[in-house]
């Protein structure tokens, strides 16, 4: 049976139906992940040739070229009108197999997100840098483009920013602001990185500090005098340090603690959780942040490399807008927002969300009328009894 349909049209079904991405594979139907879950379209499955007509369908001669060439390839793609993707473009067996993640063309704004407020206090700092961390999917190109954007409505500043691909095409209200794209504008992130300090920005954003030499020029650009955003793949703010620490060779990590101590303002490490029973108009997931404020206390910790040390400087950092994931995990589960398995799910400390949780009489209705019976005792009961 002959294809029917295009591209184009797998796209607006994404869009339509409200979800995050899209794969194309051979042997399979197009798949969409909706709310976290991948969902099976009902078209037929896909032959390799007509993988390869779909994916191609997308790319200009330079782009299939590369692909031929590398066998990997991101890039971005939109439809005037309906929305932009991501685009990665793979082989699979020894064909061609695509993910093609949706994005809004619209730049969503600190409350859409409900974002706390010391979010908005971390856009407005002058310097410094401020990572956005969190698993593949999380959000965090999200909530930077949301920050970026509170910067461009608000202080004429030149915002440069680095990215693979572009996602959110952002229009100079009162800021200048240049996009530069891996494989399109710069070579890499670290040559646009060393560009960038003789082109006079204010801000920058690094949409993936991936090795050495990125994350040195994002903290020298920090301790320089710049506001620098950028983003890792890790789950938690003592992760995150451990992470950037560990990327140098053993004699030059005690000179990135200090440098780091003095350089980094805050950590978001994020994650999203599947909402329960979402209302019409609710997004079908739900935040959840982690954030640390770097104080001095905490300054000292990651100088010193105490990072194990953080978390109980967040648990009591509330005075300074700091909070757990766990607390928040807590509190969203109370509220009855999620259901207290996908709150286990999403922590990699069930014995303090137990904790934080507590024997409380008071949120049970909440759980009851959000449909999880089940109390944290009878959960962790069964879970110790396998």
Known sequence: MVMDYIIED??????????????????????IRINGHLTRTDRDPLTPE????????????????????????????????????????????????????????????????????????LSEKPRGLVLVTGPTGSGKTTTLAAMIQTINKT?????????????????????VIHQRQVGEDTKTFANALKAALREDPDVILVGEMRDLETIQLAVSAAETGH??????????????????????????????????????VAVLSQTLVPRHNPQPGQFGRVMAQEIMVVTPAISNLIREGKTAQMYGFIQTGGKESMQTLE??????????????????????????????VGPNPAPVMKRKAAGDLRSPDMIKSRSISG
């Not at 797998?10 to 798949?31: C, F, N, Q, T, W």
Request: glycine share 4%; aromatic share 8%.
């Open 327 to 356: 607390s928040v995990l807590a509190k969203l589960y109370m509220d009855g927002d999620i259901t207290f398995v996908a709150a286990m799910s999403k922590t990699s400390r069930p014995e303090e969300l137990l904790r934080v």
């Open 155 to 175: 202080r004429a500043e030149h915002i440069l920013t680095v990215e693979d691909p572009i996602e959110f095409v952002y229009e100079s209200v009162k800021s």
């Open 50 to 121: 007509e993988c390869q007509r779909l994916i191609f369908a997308m790319l200009n001669n330079n782009q299939r070229k590369a692909l031929e060439q590398n066998w990997e390839l991101d890039c971005s793609y939109g439809v005037k009108g309906l929305a932009r993707f991501r685009v990665n473009v793979y082989k699979d067996r020894g064909t061609y197999a695509a993910c093609l993640r949706a994005l809004s063309s619209k730049i969503p704004d600190m409350d859409d997100l409900n974002l706390p407020p010391i979010v908005r206090e």
């Open 10 to 31: 797998l796209m607006e079904e994404v869009v339509e139906r409200k979800g995050s991405d899209l794969h194309i594979s051979a042997g399979l139907p197009p798949y």
């Open 227 to 264: 506001l620098v955003f950028g983003t890792l793949h890790t789950s938690s703010a003592s992760q995150t340090v451990d992470r950037m620490v560990d990327v140098f060779p053993p004699e030059q990590q005690g000179q990135i603690r200090v440098q780091l101590s003095n350089s980094l």
